[in-house]
């Protein structure tokens, strides 16, 4: 992706010791790219600082969205992704003020689509001329690759996640998930 998308080519990973990134697979991968392998030692994140300091930044971000939406835990993909999706619109110090978003694509990023975390949306639907025109939800997220929202259904029909581009939001609202009465938490 990152070749086709800027044609930079990845030249060095650095990464920890996590089964994740200590497989054959992986290490074939990056053999077969050309790619330099770094691990940092062992019980030692410092080696690894920069990425260790966005987790640490992401994970403050999360908890903060997680408490003010009133969510439980199994949500915390979502808002990890809606976090991560605003950081890289974010100016950085180390970049000059400058957004991640504005470094990799060479333009400024809109932000007229972001919206307040956890508050109440509705996703505009067309089941019938006599059927309600909207489901009443809550924002959850930024989907990768749509031009949308994520939103959680509060409804006790269709499915749980919907990803629409026709919302109607209520930023001033939020919803305590857990009073809800649908408001189980999803499939871990």
Known sequence: MIENQNGRSVKVIRTDNGLEFCNREFDQMCKDGGIIRHLTAPENPKQNGVVERI???????VR???FHAQLPKSFWGEVVAAAAHVLNRTPSKAINLQTPYERWNGHKPSLAHLRVFGCLAYAHVKQGKLEPRAKKCMFISYPSGVKGYKLWNLESDGPRTIVSRDVTFDEES????????????PDS
């Not at 939020?174 to 938490?185: M, Q, R």
């Open 64 to 66: 903060c969205m997680l």
């Open 174 to 185: 939020t919803i305590k998930l857990g009073s809800h009465k649908t408001g189980e938490i």
């Open 55 to 61: 987790n640490r930044t992401l994970l403050e971000r």
